[in-house]
């Protein structure tokens, strides 16, 4: 996977509803910004093996085929509109 960096992550006003959002696809989040507001969800973490190791680590790829909508939360957004 390649790393993506974004220089100015900050799209939207913190006054309005979020109009733009940086797209994520099967890789991961990429630097292309799509003119929309994004469905809320999470990532679904698969856990890692038990190992006797001193320090855990987090580990894990935010890739698309990990991703779960939050369908109450787009469900109130669809309801609620500035």
């Known amino acids: 996977m390649q790393q ?4 100015n992550p900050i799209l939207n006003s ?4 979020p ?4 797209k994520f696809d099967e890789d991961g989040i ?4 799509v ?3 994004r469905p809320s ?7 890692a093996p038990k190992k006797k190791v001193k320090q ?5 790829l935010w890739t698309q ?15 609620v509109t500035l």
């Open 4 to 7: 993506v960096v974004i220089e």
């Open 14 to 17: 913190p006054f309005e509803m």
């Open 19 to 22: 109009g733009r959002h940086f």
């Open 30 to 33: 990429t630097d292309e910004i």
């Open 35 to 37: 003119e929309a507001r």
């Open 41 to 47: 969800s999470y990532f679904i973490p698969i856990a």
């Open 56 to 60: 855990v680590t987090f580990d894990t």
């Open 65 to 79: 085929d990990r991703a779960k909508e939050n369908d109450d939360i787009n469900f109130v957004r669809s309801r």
